[in-house]
């Protein structure tokens, strides 16, 4: 990241790395952060507690003016729904608490909106795995539930999508890929658009729009509509679309899985089976939500000139039925 800001910029780029793998949000966050997200337990993972990293790792440095920060973390809160959803608040509060407190440490020099970039976890086990898991809910929760940063909750956020960077047979496990050089070009080429100002990049990947489906009796077909295309959509597979399907007497959802028609310009076509009998068709359709959700670099959507980046990961709203 720090290389490729330098061949860009030609100005020294300095980082301080400071890290502990396999730990948890809420160590790196003070407790004023954690009383915003209604945080009471001191559980302990591995002896360390609450706000302890915060104290020993990132504390002292906040009277050394910063111009930004990166974070790529998250695995270790991959653990319930609950700790999913908790963890959009845990993100969001850290980074505000992290500014506000760079902002008076340095007596105003650090920036009160300084940029804040991050990666999405990459991919994790087996390539294409049914398995949803919990990395998704991490995923969505690091862009504030949007899918896409900048946001309301999230100014001056960017970030990297890596769930196509899966690497199943790393030798440090598929938790640690080794493929670095792709994270480091998808978070320079944001952190060039959203810190240093330089709008005329493409970083963002194909983003949905909106979803029509039609109701062709034996199956039903979904038009999905995207915005930020540069040139036009690439396509790598045929899967990662999901309808959700709703029990016509409770609440509980299920997903059933497409397959991908035809690639436009600017839209796709997905075929999904009907959903099982005496349920009745959802009110969303998602995509890559899965720990691992395609072949390395082989996902369904893509698009760029220079470069191909990524449809991150979404939930969209069925916007029209015919």
């Given at each position: 990241?720090?290389?490729?800001l330098?061949?860009?910029y030609?100005?020294?780029i300095?980082l301080?790395s ?24 001191n559980?302990?993972?591995?002896g360390l ?8 790792m ?5 009277r050394?003016p910063?111009?930004?920060?990166i ?7 991959a ?5 999913d ?10 980074i505000?608490d992290?500014r506000l407190?760079?902002y ?8 009160i909106?300084?940029p804040?970039?991050?990666v ?21 929760s690091l ?24 690497d ?9 890929p080794?493929d ?9 080429r ?23 489906i039609?109701?062709?009796?034996e ?15 690439y396509?790598?597979s ?15 959802v ?7 028609d ?5 839209y796709?076509?997905?075929s999904?089976?009907r959903?099982?009998?005496g349920?009745?068709?959802g009110?969303?359709?998602r995509?890559?939500?899965?720990q ?13 000139s220079?470069?191909?980046?990524p449809s ?11």
């Amino acid at each position: 990241y720090g290389r490729d800001l330098y061949d860009t910029y030609k100005v020294p780029i300095g980082l301080i790395s400071s890290d502990w793998g396999g730990t948890s949000i809420d160590k790196w966050s003070s407790h004023d952060a954690l009383g915003k997200c209604k945080q009471t337990s001191n559980e302990a993972r591995a002896g360390l507690y609450p706000s302890n990293l915060w104290n020993a790792m990132i504390h002292p440095f906040v009277r050394f003016p910063i111009y930004g920060a990166i974070w790529y973390q998250g695995e270790a809160n991959a653990r319930s729904d609950e700790e999913d959803a908790l963890y959009r608040c845990y993100f969001s509060e850290m980074i505000k608490d992290w500014r506000l407190k760079w902002y008076e440490g340095t007596d105003k020099q650090t920036k009160i909106d300084f940029p804040f970039g991050f990666v999405q976890l990459a991919a994790e086990g087996t390539e294409g795995n049914k398995s949803a898991g919990f990395f998704p809910g991490i995923r969505w929760s690091l862009t504030g539930g949007h899918g896409i940063v900048p946001n309301d909750l999230l100014p001056n956020v960017f970030m990297a999508v890596a769930m196509d960077l899966g690497d199943p047979t790393s030798p440090h496990g598929s938790v640690h890929p080794r493929d670095k050089q792709d994270v480091a070009i998808r978070l320079s080429r944001a952190g060039r658009a959203i810190a240093y100002g330089d709008t005329s990049l493409y970083y963002t990947g194909p983003l949905p729009v909106s979803a029509t489906i039609t109701d062709l009796r034996e199956t039903i077909s979904a038009k999905i509509m995207y915005r930020n295309v540069e040139d036009k959509l690439y396509s790598f597979s045929k899967y990662g679309f999901e309808l959700s399907c709703k029990e016509r007497t409770g609440n509980t959802v299920s997903w059933i899985e497409g397959t991908l028609d035809t690639v436009m310009n600017d839209y796709v076509t997905v075929s999904f089976p009907r959903c099982p009998a005496g349920d009745a068709v959802g009110e969303e359709i998602r995509y890559a939500w899965r720990q691992d959700p395609c072949v390395f670099k082989k996902c369904a959507i893509y698009s760029g000139s220079d470069y191909l980046f990524p449809s991150p990961p979404y939930i969209i709203p069925i916007h029209e039925r015919v």
